[in-house]
């Protein structure tokens, strides 16, 4: 069976990631890493040893596969041209800029049969995926993302750099519709948040709150979830699942602490976990998370089947990013009128201007004239 000839678009750091696995993977045929910067593309190209090229166009004949890894505001135009090329895409999270955007790629990729892909990679994390059998109809969810800014992805918030990875997570686990959305965030360093939190209702039945940080002193990946049956604990950075199965007798809603006898309580003082809330703790291998999504980009292909993260599932999580990042906007920080709004904690406009209007500039330009 002969190799797939890929191509990796963009030699940042996460395109340089990306190369490095392919370059290893016997599945494919890296020809190519194409970046506008030479420096960037000359440096990713020579570590795998293969070409570099500022253009992708003078590809798109050979090519059976790529990986993009642009800024997230190419992704739209990049994916497009190569989906209606007939060629299979792994696009780097978010997707895409805007739903609608998405919703193209989607189309495209069903239009063509090719495989689209979408770099959420922490569903690859054994963590994670060890505990899903034992969460089915989760009831309550809870996330915590975190780390110090990284001067990287500069061009998105928080939103769509960090939470996004904790939103189709979730996604994954409830699917079900959303019903009701609540979220804040706060710009720290720049024009877009980085501080945010999220409180989403599913139609099922589900909340889920998720944070989110770019500017934290201590770096965070964790998730807990409640079902009906079991809660799980998980450590995405530590690769660790802390798992507790209720007895039936806490289940069947049997057990009744006013009902114990004094000898009842002096035992399940020292036994009420053994007996009723077991925990077991488990840790799991380091894995290579971004070669195992390498290697289910090339199943898909291959069988052909549905990749793990699919087009549509990451347009669903950009859909809810889009929602979050709509109230944070218009999330008021106190209860007067043209009190502060949004994740700059800006005044509130007086007027609302019409279409036509242009924004007056932030400073009056004054013109001194010489004396004499």
């Not at 057990?255 to 114990?260: A, G, Q, R, S, T």
């Not at 925990?279 to 380091?286: C, D, L, S, T, W």
């Amino acid at each position: 069976m002969r190799k797939l000839n890929i191509a990796v678009i963009g030699a940042g750091r996460l395109g340089g990631f990306h190369a490095q696995k392919l370059a290893r993977n016997d599945q494919f045929e890296l020809i190519a890493v194409v970046d506008p910067i030479a420096e960037n593309r000359n440096r990713v190209a020579a570590e795998c040893r293969t070409t570099a090229r500022a253009d992708y166009r003078d590809l798109l004949d050979v090519l059976d596969a790529a990986v993009i890894a642009a800024p997230t505001k190419l992704h739209h135009k990049l994916a497009l041209e190569f989906l209606n090329r007939g060629i299979h895409l792994l696009v780097e999270k978010p997707i895409c800029s805007s739903v609608s955007e998405a919703d193209e790629l989607v189309a495209a990729a069903s239009r063509g049969n090719v495989v689209l892909q979408v770099g959420h990679v922490e569903r690859f994390n054994p963590a994670f995926t060890a505990v899903v059998p034992y969460v089915p109809n989760p009831k309550y969810i809870e996330a915590v993302r975190a780390s110090g800014f990284t001067f990287r992805s500069t061009d998105v918030g928080v939103v769509l750099d960090l939470m996004i990875h904790d939103i189709d997570l979730v996604l994954s686990l409830v699917r079900s519709p959303v019903r009701r959305l609540d979220a804040l965030g706060l710009s720290v360093l720049g024009g877009h948040e980085d501080v945010a939190n999220a409180r989403i209702e599913f139609e099922c039945g589900c909340v889920a709150t998720l944070s989110a940080s770019r500017v934290s002193y201590e770096p965070a990946r964790r998730m807990s979830v409640w079902s009906p049956r079991a809660m799980a604990a998980i450590d995405f950075a530590a690769r660790t699942t802390t798992l507790v199965q209720p007895s039936e007798t806490l289940l069947q809603r049997r057990f009744d602490v006013d009902l114990l006898t004094a000898e009842q309580v002096e035992h399940y003082k020292q036994h009420l976990a053994d007996e009723h809330v077991p925990r077991e703790v488990k840790q799991y291998e380091a894995v290579d998370a971004l070669a195992l999504e390498s290697e289910d980009f090339v199943a898909s292909i291959r069988a052909p089947r549905r990749p793990v993260v699919t087009g549509q599932s990451g347009r669903d999580a950009l859909a809810v990013a889009e929602q979050i990042i709509s109230r944070i906007h218009t999330h008021a920080w106190d209860d007067t009128a043209d009190g502060p709004v949004g994740s700059l904690a800006a005044p509130r406009r007086r007027v609302i201007p019409a279409p036509h209007f242009a924004p007056a500039s932030a400073e009056p330009t004054i013109v001194r004239k010489e004396a004499g």
